[in-house]
C-alpha cells in the first residue's frame, strides 16, 4: 500500500485531509473507471477513480451517490471531481454470489431479496 496526501472537500462540505487514505490493490477497471482497495484510517474502503469526469454517466452517477444515505448502500466517505472514497465489504460483488451459488440457503437468499427490496424502496 502506498499513501498520498492532497486536501479535499468532503461531500457534506467539511474539509479534510486525504492523508488518512492508504491506496492498495486495483481490484476492478472497466470502461468508465478503476476501483483500488484502499485504507480510509482504520476502516477498508475502496477508492473508485473515473477515467472520464466530464462523462454524462459519471457526474449522474456522483450526484445520485452523493444523495444515498442508507444502510443498504455503501457509505461514501467523500467525492472529488473524478474520485470517490467508499465503504468497502470483503464479501465481494454481490451478483457474482448469488449466480455463483455461494449462496446455498434460501433464508438468506430471503433476506438479501428484502434488503435489495428495502434499498430500491429508499431509492423511490
Known amino acids: 500500500m502506498f499513501s498520498f496526501s492532497l486536501s479535499y472537500k468532503y461531500a457534506y462540505e467539511t ?3 486525504t492523508d488518512n487514505i492508504q491506496l492498495g490493490e486495483k481490484i476492478a477497471h472497466g470502461a468508465q473507471a478503476e476501483i483500488l482497495k484502499a485504507k480510509y484510517g482504520l476502516d477498508d474502503a475502496v477508492v473508485k477513480t473515473f477515467l472520464d ?3 454524462k454517466n459519471t457526474r449522474q ?3 445520485i451517490i452523493k444523495q444515498l444515505n442508507h444502510k443498504y448502500f455503501v457509505q461514501l466517505y467523500y467525492v472529488h471531481q473524478d474520485m470517490l472514497v467508499m465503504g468497502f465489504d470483503e464479501g465481494g460483488n454481490l451478483a457474482d454470489a448469488i449466480i455463483g451459488r455461494e449462496l446455498k440457503s434460501w433464508e438468506i437468499k430471503t433476506r438479501i431479496t428484502k434488503e435489495i427490496t428495502l434499498g430500491l424502496a ?3
Open 15 to 17: 474539509t479534510f485531509k
Open 61 to 63: 452517477e456522483v450526484e
Open 53 to 55: 469526469s466530464t462523462h
Open 122 to 124: 429508499y431509492l423511490h
